[in-house]
């Protein structure tokens, strides 16, 4: 039978014989992506100005719906096909905000922002009854709903040094509103308990990050060349992470593999960032920048990577997934092609390297250091640029990216820990021909 042959379910005879819950000779599970997006969002605002005073209030409304999930037919006790589908959730946000900013002087500014949110979140059953512990829930009936309010506060100080140099400080705040993990609703109170112990609970408080930044930003050499230079001290709390636990199920005398989103993390982050624009002369230009990005793990949570690696306490480890060292040059050379009348050449190599990244929050395994370097060079005429490239030139094999995952079935209980490394491979070397035209 055709795996996608719909019309062979309307008539479960045809696709199963007599007795649709026999078991055929063979295995036949039709299976869809079912997903579907839609939202709107209005927005007002009014801009003023008074003397030295200059700025902007308004409001703003979104509503937006998604539906995602796999959707799969079965049959009922009668005989007859269902169809399940994934369930819906909404999310609706109203804010209020505003912005002012003052000259104290020619050279000194103020600017003060704020928004005040409200993200309401709700969570719907799919398109069949649900049974829990927490009581019945309709086809489509709301599951969970819950409103988080937060203001958003962000400040900051710019100081003209000269015409040709500005230093800068700022503070804000970002928040991540919550979000649920609804599946819980079906599990036994026992069941709610442990996953409560681990840290997982059905509604997840929403992050906050509170960020500290000073900067330097100019140009030197009549403009020639630009810079600038910032550095950032943030505060992540309340971090959403996913986690994994296996729970005794006694109703079904097994074991329950569940993952969620929980409030299990605090983290320190800190870095530099630096960008330098040097055009030469009319024949070269240079672009650098590079980053330092570091972190410290104040407080983390991760029964599977627990047992792992036998690490409970995570305090002073580096982010995972994320390098700590990061740079990249480029140099373009060009100019008029003399033979064709208004055509221009050009040759740029780029350099990119980033510093290995860690698989998980324990430390244990890192990628080595990459590096990467493209090439192209070309010509362009008008609206058409023609060019030849060449991607990661000397065909570097470093892996991109690691992170900790099973290698059969996690919900199995024996297989319920990490025990592999997934592996992002990057993309060889490339060489091809390209044209563009605008129009």
Do not use: C
Not at 146 to 165: D, E, W
Not at 171 to 180: E, I, R
Not at 300 to 329: C, Q
Not at 404 to 432: C, E, K, Q
């Amino acid at each position: 039978m055709p795996l996608l042959d719909f019309t062979q379910f309307a008539n479960p005879s045809k696709a199963f014989g007599s007795n649709p819950s026999a078991n055929p000779s063979y295995y036949s599970y039709p299976y869809y992506i079912d997903s579907a997006q839609q939202d709107y969002s209005l927005e007002g605002r009014v801009a003023y100005k008074y003397g030295a005073v200059r700025g902007v209030v308004g409001v703003s409304w979104l509503d937006a719906e998604s539906r995602g999930g796999g959707g799969y037919f079965s049959f009922s006790s009668a005989g007859d096909p269902v169809f399940s589908q994934g369930g819906r959730s909404r999310a609706r946000n109203f804010g209020a905000f505003f912005g002012i900013t003052w000259d104290a002087t020619d050279r000194l500014s103020l600017n003060l922002e704020g928004r005040y949110q409200i993200d309401t979140i709700t969570a719907y059953q799919n398109n069949s009854s649900l049974t829990t512990v927490n009581g019945t829930f309709a086809p489509f009936s709301v599951l969970l709903s819950k409103s988080y309010k937060n203001f958003l506060p962000r400040g900051i100080v710019n100081y003209q040094i000269n015409p040709n140099m500005m230093v800068y400080g700022s503070v804000s705040l970002g928040v991540n509103p919550g979000q649920f993990n609804s599946a819980f609703l079906q599990y036994t109170p026992s069941i709610q308990a442990s996953l409560a112990a681990a840290g997982l609970k059905m509604a997840v408080d929403p992050e906050k990050i509170t960020n500290y930044e000073i900067g330097l930003k100019g140009k030197l050499a009549d403009g020639a060349i630009r810079y600038q230079l910032a550095g950032y001290y943030s505060l992540w709390r309340n971090q959403m992470n996913t986690i994994y636990q296996a729970v005794y199920n006694s109703a079904s005398n097994a074991y329950d593999f569940v993952g969620g989103v929980a409030n299990t993390g605090s983290v320190d982050l800190f870095g530099v960032e630096a960008q330098v624009l040097w055009k030469v002369n009319e024949l070269v230009s240079i672009d650098a920048a590079g980053a330092y990005n570091g972190s410290r793990i104040n407080r983390y949570a991760n029964p599977t990577l627990t047992t792992l690696t036998g690490i409970t306490d995570f305090r002073g480890k580096e982010m995972p997934l994320a390098s700590k060292y990061s740079a990249n040059v480029g140099v373009t050379l060009g100019g008029g092609f003399a033979p064709i009348k208004d055509a221009r050449w050009f040759w740029r190599t780029d350099w990119n390297f980033k510093s290995g990244v860690w698989a998980s929050a324990a430390n244990v395994t890192r990628t080595r250091d990459l590096h990467i370097f493209n090439t192209r060079v070309g010509m362009t005429k008008g609206d058409v640029t023609l060019e030849l490239f060449a991607n990661n030139l000397f065909n570097n094999r470093t892996i991109t990216g690691i992170y900790d995952n099973w290698t059969i079935d996690p919900n199995a209980f024996h297989f319920a820990a990490y025990s592999a490394l997934h592996a992002a491979l990057p993309d060889l070397r490339t060489m091809g021909v390209q044209m563009r035209l605008k129009f």
